[in-house]
């Protein structure tokens, strides 16, 4: 598994459903234009807002588009504690991989997160991606932790999302050449692929997607003239879609494409700014 995975966003119809032919026109589209694979339900899905129906359209909507192409289906799949993380990824037997978050809120510390990726990783029917966002979990790794999980039997690869860090250094060094680190903070993709990074889980990649997939293919092909300029340009666009909470500057630029209906995004979120969307669509 490498590439661009594309963590998709969730749409919404004006009556506030979510709009299943534009999701599905999106996840089609990018993987059309090289994206090798779809996240379903993962953080840029606003996953935490949708009910149990509307998690289960989308799932079954990036399922077909996936089958339909011949490419890779990674769901986000966990939560704050071991028991129902379990329990999730036993219900779907049927998916290329995990995306599991270590654990948020609860600060387990580090022991903590690898006695539960060590519980999971054992009882789990799929491969599974570790999801490190400390901005968002409040869990800090160190590179020597995020070594040892990617040491576990069943544990494939990593969404590292701490940025071009000390952890992300060394793991991108000490990791077996097997285990696929996939760059998770847009703006450090192409730092990233040249450390040695497999691909990028790369919510900008809703835009360009061609472009994401030709920086992915530069760095492998040790095209330095080529990807160095583009991942500064990727890299601009990424900080602009990233200006106000994801994913609002980025469902405001679709919308402005046609290729969604409406620019909504679920309370607590709010819509991004005009100014925002605009300096994105600029630099686009």
Wanted: aromatic content about 4%; proline content about 7%; overall charge negative.
């Amino acid at each position: 598994m490498d590439g661009i995975l594309l963590p998709l966003i969730t749409p919404f119809a004006a009556d506030g459903s979510v709009a299943a032919d534009a999701l599905a026109a999106l996840a089609d589209q990018t993987l059309t234009d090289g994206a090798t694979g779809l996240v379903a339900l993962g953080t840029t899905a606003e996953a935490f807002a949708l009910d149990a129906d509307e998690r289960r359209l989308v799932l079954d909507v990036c399922t077909r588009v996936c089958r339909d192409h011949g490419a890779a289906l990674v769901l986000g799949v966990g939560g704050a504690d071991t028991r129902s993380s379990a329990a999730a990824l036993a219900a779907h037997p049927g998916i290329d991989a995990a995306l599991v978050p270590v654990p948020y809120y609860v600060r387990p510390g580090e022991a903590g997160v690898i006695a539960h990726f060590t519980r999971l990783a054992a009882d789990s029917p799929v491969p599974l991606l570790v999801y490190h966002v400390p901005h968002r979990t409040a869990q800090p790794l160190s590179g020597a932790t995020l070594l040892q999980l990617s040491r576990l039997p069943n544990v494939v690869g990593a969404k590292v999302a701490s940025g071009m860090t000390e952890d992300a250094v060394a793991l991108l060094g000490g990791c077996d050449p097997d285990f696929a680190v996939f760059a998770g903070d847009d703006a450090y993709l192409s730092p990233m692929l040249a450390l040695g990074a497999r691909g990028g889980i790369t919510a900008s990649a809703h835009l360009a997607t061609d472009r994401f997939t030709q920086l992915v293919s530069a760095w492998q092909k040790g095209d330095v003239d080529t990807a160095r300029p583009l991942g500064h340009a990727l890299a601009r666009l990424a900080s602009a879609l990233f200006a106000e909470p994801n994913p609002t500057v980025l469902k405001g630029v679709l919308h402005a494409q046609g290729r969604i209906p409406t620019p909504d995004v679920r309370l607590p979120l709010l819509p991004a700014s005009e100014q925002s969307v605009a300096t994105a669509l600029t630099l686009l």
